[in-house]
């Protein structure tokens, strides 16, 4: 093979792993193939292309102004100098760039959709909007240039049409593709498909990638942990079951169901649709639809209730159809004492959730906040003596148990360290932190043995494969159970300022891999 061959060689297979999302495959291969063929202003434009996939900004910019250098007209590589410059905050300069690129080849629709972009961040919108129309001309099927025509009629206020241009531009990506998938590398040694419940679609005018990267719990936290060792795909329900959808779906070596909500797959009626769709891929899947179903909050807490030295709080589901308020109120106070927490049945995240003192409140309750069907848990004061109020987590992967993080707060709803009074608090209170290191390094020493022994059980009677439990521990050594289930964040959310134990971290990313890998080996 001569040395045009072996350009031409590399050149195509690095077009093969571009479009399969390899960017680092791609870059060593067009380098190679410019090795041999260092003029060649394809070979450079498309190096450049992937350099600037890669972030490598600088490097992308010296690219697209060496095959300026050679052919002056190209229209590639303005475009390439303009993206360069864009992320490098030279706006002004940038449209100079694309203006260049339209001047070689003014059907060039990413140049205008570049343009288009560039204005919009400009806030030149009366600008932007005829550049992107031109770019839809060229390319109706352009689904990235109808999103941004909604930003750009969302800035000009015209809100009903910049929703409707929205949802068809959702609709345009998911013809294409129903999957958002993540950077391919050479290391990765499984794929992994992500099932996800629909997102919520509103005024934010999300994008298709936006809403993917946004997956809240712990199958969104997966990617950002291992991007060298397993490639992901993630996908909605609701795409994933449209006809012909199916095929469009790259075939995993593992699923992970995230529709985590047994009320919801419940409430539904479509059990039998979620586990069609996650059994026609023959391969292991993690949180079954048939195990979550299994795992609603009141079946878990029956299932628990037996477990010596663990304390579960009464759990019961009430419905306030056919009743008045003051019926209902009846019906609960025949079963629970005050305070009592309400909290709706599909909710997380302790949304939907309310503290209940008197009757008087909870009438206030059942008539302005919760609907027709809702659960009422007893109220366990733990503390014991403490001063904070305290919520452990422990992730459950598989057989491994990790106590990942202790949460504290003056107030009984315990919330996590994203806001500035969570931080704040944590920054006043450093003993805190120092006993949460202690406990998660040593459970059994800081927790008991009792403790300890109810999580090995409580993850025993639970049927699903990767789940949360969050819970306390009180004076008297018993284990109080707050909730469980496969839609928490395991991976640490908080704050750089006050860190979760990165011990923990450590051993959670390890207890992952690990039996991802089992489940690749078991297919």
């Not at 052919?71 to 203006?99: I, M, V």
């Not at 079946?299 to 306030?320: E, Q, W, Y």
């Amino acid at each position: 093979m001569d040395y045009f061959e072996l350009a031409k060689h590399h050149f195509f297979e690095g077009l093969r792993l571009l479009e399969a999302k390899d960017f680092k495959g791609a870059e060593f291969q067009f380098a190679r193939s410019l090795e041999l063929m260092p003029d060649r202003v394809s070979t450079i434009n498309n190096l450049a292309g992937v350099k600037l996939r890669l972030k490598q900004f600088a490097e992308g910019e010296a690219l697209a102004r060496r095959a300026i250098a050679l052919d002056a007209a190209s229209p590639e590589a303005w475009s390439n100098l303009g993206t360069a410059l864009n992320a490098t905050k030279r706006p002004e300069e940038a449209l100079q760039a694309y203006d260049r690129a339209l001047q070689g080849d003014q059907m060039h629709a990413s140049a205008w959709f570049a343009k288009a972009t560039t204005l919009l961040e400009l806030k030149r919108f009366d600008e932007a909007l005829p550049a992107c129309n031109r770019a839809l001309q060229l390319n109706p099927g352009y689904y990235k240039a109808l999103f941004v025509k909604s930003l750009i009629l969302k800035k000009l206020e015209r809100e009903e049409e910049a929703q409707e241009v929205y949802l068809r531009s959702l609709k345009m990506r998911v013809a294409a593709s129903p999957v958002f998938t993540t950077e391919r590398r050479a290391t990765q040694a499984a794929d992994i498909l992500v099932i996800r419940h629909n997102p919520d679609v509103d005024g934010s005018l999300k994008s298709f990638e936006a809403l993917h990267r946004e997956c809240p719990n712990f199958p969104g936290q997966l990617a950002k942990r291992f991007p060298d060792e397993f490639h992901f795909a993630y996908v909605f329900e609701s795409d994933a079951c449209e006809p012909g959808s199916r095929k469009q779906i790259p075939q995993p070596d593992v699923v992970i169901n995230n529709i985590a909500n047994g009320e919801v797959i419940l409430t539904k009626g479509n059990l039998p649709v979620l586990t069609a769709l996650v059994d026609s891929f023959g391969v292991p899947v993690v949180n079954h639809p048939a195990k979550i179903v299994q795992s609603t909050r009141d079946a878990t807490a029956g299932r628990l209730a037996d477990i010596p030295g663990i304390c579960v709080p009464k759990t019961m589901r009430f419905s306030s159809e056919g009743k008045t308020p003051d019926e209902l109120v009846q019906a609960i106070e025949n079963q629970y004492d005050y305070p009592l927490i309400t909290r709706t049945l599909v909710f997380q995240q302790s949304k939907g959730m309310t503290k209940v003192d008197n009757r008087e409140a909870l009438l206030a309750v059942i008539t302005t906040e919760l609907p027709e069907n809702f659960f009422v848990t007893e109220f366990v004061d733990s503390r014991g003596g403490r001063e904070s109020y305290r919520k452990l987590r422990a992730a459950i992967v598989r057989d491994e148990i990790i106590v990942v993080r202790a949460d504290y707060d003056s107030y009984w709803n315990v919330h996590g360290r994203k806001s500035d009074e969570r931080v704040a608090f944590y920054m006043n209170n450093p003993h805190l932190l120092e006993e949460e290191k202690r406990i998660c390094q040593d459970p059994e020493a800081e927790l008991g043995q009792s403790a300890v022994q109810a999580l090995q059980t409580m993850r025993d009677r639970i049927s699903l494969d990767v789940f949360g439990i969050d819970f306390d521990v009180d004076g008297n050594g018993r284990l109080v159970f707050y909730e469980t289930n496969a839609s928490m964040n395991l991976f640490s959310t908080a704050r750089v300022e006050v860190p979760y134990p990165q011990a923990s971290e450590d051993k959670l990313k390890q207890a992952f891999q690990t039996y991802i890998k089992s489940l690749v080996a078991r297919r």
